[in-house]
């Protein structure tokens, strides 16, 4: 290994390229983050070489580079370990540079940024050769515009642009601001200065911009040092570490990359709008990509996984199975990624939709890994009646525990323990999960019947029990139940809110008309679910505490749900009413969250 400090006329200057393995991550820089930072620090220095010659170099921070022994008659070629991010983002400020010179008559600055992006070689058999840096496969096609287009009017024309907003991905959006930006500072004192601000940037470029170079050679490892480089505050998303692990792998095993990279692992870069959107899960928001992971390891190790050692864990387990080769666990995490994608895109109207929906508000994501199993075992779609049926008693397990206000703790071993069942059964069915659920006892993991839901549902006070979002999934799904054959079928779009009947202050509009009520006993049963409905966030605040018959009114003019309909029929609103409405709707969970009969 081989530290040395560097310029980028010495890193860029002379004939290479600086190879980027398909197995690193894409390109992920943005503005906010890396682009503005770069080009106020660049800037600075440049408005500081304007001023006078004493200029401090700025650094940029470390570059790996492995050598590649390639064919003689190649372009001198190495492999980008650590700094691909900002190699690349480099070149496209000097494309940037290069391009606006040309724009503002600056020629032979121009060609001097130029130098620094292009590899002058007239022999080549290979055109992409001319690329100082060449990314990962999934960003090649962008940078090659790119680099190539000469001008922000020309690379809109190869997206088919007809605007001045962004591209809509990274490497030609780099290129746009960088140019702006460039174009921007160059003019700032007029014309007569261009030259000399284009000058000072060239020099900038040329002499105060420094990296380390850390060059390594046969003796060492460098998935070591990549993962030793990026083990703590790094940006790397966990999935970023496993992919150069295992294609790493891969090539010490003697596996055809390119073909393996295209089969099992190329969907997850090319979709990569959907594997590193950020969800949120409970408080804190988590890239697709390291959810799926998490889910699935926990499957593949039969254990609970923790969201902060997953790479390290991952590794672990390919270590347990020396049978399975790297081609084994890039195909396992594929055939499972189809599935986690299926459990993300069925339509909110189908059956799974809505499991899915409910699910989510619950925030019960400890069942996800058994559900990865059951659709990957049943190759089942929407629709399939099997699938259909273990959501049924899935759904029914989790809303009864719910309303019983038992403890999630264990879920995650009873979720791994139901896998394991039914693969020594021989097969993922309704009647196999029931068995099994039906099982557990105490707290930690029966089944609610019907005599412990309905206490807990009439006599509960769920208002202040029962998360919000939770409560309200509850009354959707109660108002679902009660549709009908003669009634239209109504879908909720919309937040709704949850508002009492008889108000929380109630003592102004609604006074005790029993002198037999205690007013604890009425503030106790204000807040269980007969007295609760759903109306939408405008109307909320005019019912507010008024008298019963304006409610009612109000509420009956403007809502079409199921819920309220039978209101009307109600002149008074009292103890008696919602004690009699909370029977009510507990027939209907009841037939929406099913206990099953005895075999």
């Known amino acids: ?30 503005e906010e983050k890396q682009w503005l930072p770069l080009w106020e620090n660049i800037q600075a220095l440049a408005d500081r070489q304007l001023a006078g010659p004493d200029v401090r170099p ?11 022994k390639m064919p003689t008659g190649t372009v001198e070629t190495r492999q980008v370990i650590d700094g691909q991010q900002r190699l690349t ?25 130029g130098t620094l992006t292009r590899n002058d070689l007239p022999l080549s058999q290979n055109p992409d050769e001319e690329f100082k840096v060449w990314p990962t496969n999934v960003d090649r096609v962008h ?40 174009a921007r500072w160059a003019s700032e004192d007029g014309e007569e200065y261009r030259l000399a601000r284009l000058d000072s940037l060239h020099k900038t470029v040329q002499s105060h911009l420094l990296f380390v170079v850390i060059d390594l050679d046969e003796r060492d490892d460098a998935q070591i040092i990549f993962e030793t480089l990026n083990a703590l505050g790094t940006p790397l998303l966990p999935a970023d570490l496993v992919k150069n692990y295992l294609f790493h792998a891969a090539q010490g095993e003697g596996w055809p990359i390119e073909e393996l990279y295209a089969e099992y692992w190329k969907p997850f870069d090319r979709d990569e709008e959907f594997w590193r959107a950020e969800v949120t899960q409970g408080r804190l928001k988590r890239p697709n990509i390291d959810l799926f992971l998490q889910y699935y390891l926990t499957l593949a190790t039969n254990d609970e996984v923790i969201a902060t050692h997953l790479f390290t864990t991952f590794r672990d387990y390919v270590r347990k199975t020396p049978a ?17 994608r299926r459990l993300t895109s069925f339509e909110r109207e189908t059956r799974e939709g809505v499991f899915f929906y409910r699910l989510a508000l619950m925030e019960t994501t400890t069942v996800i890994p058994f559900l990865l199993e059951l659709f990957k075992q049943q190759g089942g779609g929407q629709g399939d009646s099997d699938i259909t049926d273990i959501l049924n008693a899935l759904e029914s397990f989790l809303v009864r525990r719910l309303v019983c206000r038992l403890t999630t703790k264990n879920y995650n071993r009873l979720f791994l323990d139901l896998v394991q069942r039914l693969r020594q059964e021989g097969g993922f069915t309704a009647a196999g999960v029931q068995r099994f659920l039906l099982e557990q006892k105490g707290d930690s993991g029966r089944w609610p019947n019907d005599a412990e839901f309905q206490a807990s549902w009439v006599d509960q006070p769920l208002y202040r029990l029962l998360v919000r979002k ?29 508002e009492h009947l008889i108000p929380q202050s109630w003592k102004e509009h609604w006074p005790l008309t029993d002198p037999n009520i205690p007013p604890q006993r009425r503030d ?53 009413d919602i004690t009699a409405r909370s029977h009510r709707l507990f027939e209907t969970a009841r037939q929406i969250w099913p206990y099953p009969a005895a075999e």
């Open 524 to 576: 106790d049963l204000v807040q269980t679910i007969g007295n609760l409905t759903l109306v939408t966030e405008n109307l909320n605040p005019s019912l507010s505490n008024g008298p019963w018959a304006m409610k009612r009114d109000k509420i009956l003019d403007h809502s079409a749900l199921n819920l309220n309909r039978p209101l009307r029929v109600h002149q008074t609103w009292t103890e008696a």
């Open 470 to 498: 939770r409560l309200r999934m509850i009354l959707e799904a109660v108002d679902a139940g009660l549709h009908g054959k003669f009634t239209e079928r109504l879908h909720i779009s919309g937040k709704l809110q949850v």
């Open 324 to 340: 399975l080769t790297a081609g084994d666990h890039l195909s396992g995490l594929a055939a499972y990624a189809d599935v986690y």
């Open 58 to 68: 700025h650094f940029l921070g470390a570059v790996v580079l492995d050598q590649l």
């Open 143 to 182: 940078f090659r515009r790119t680099l190539r287009a000469g001008s922000p009017e020309s690379l809109r024309r190869e997206y088919l642009k007809k605007d001045k907003g962004k591209i809509g991905h990274r490497i030609p959006d780099a290129y746009l601001y960088f140019y702006e930006e460039i």
């Open 89 to 113: 983002t480099l070149q496209l400020f000097l494309a940037a540079a290069r391009d606006a010179a040309q724009a503002l008559g600056a020629i032979q600055h121009s060609r001097a940024f």
């Open 1 to 30: 290994m081989e530290a040395n400090k560097r310029n980028l006329v010495s890193v860029f200057g002379q004939p290479i390229q600086l190879m980027v393995p398909l197995f690193q991550r894409p390109y992920v820089w943005d």
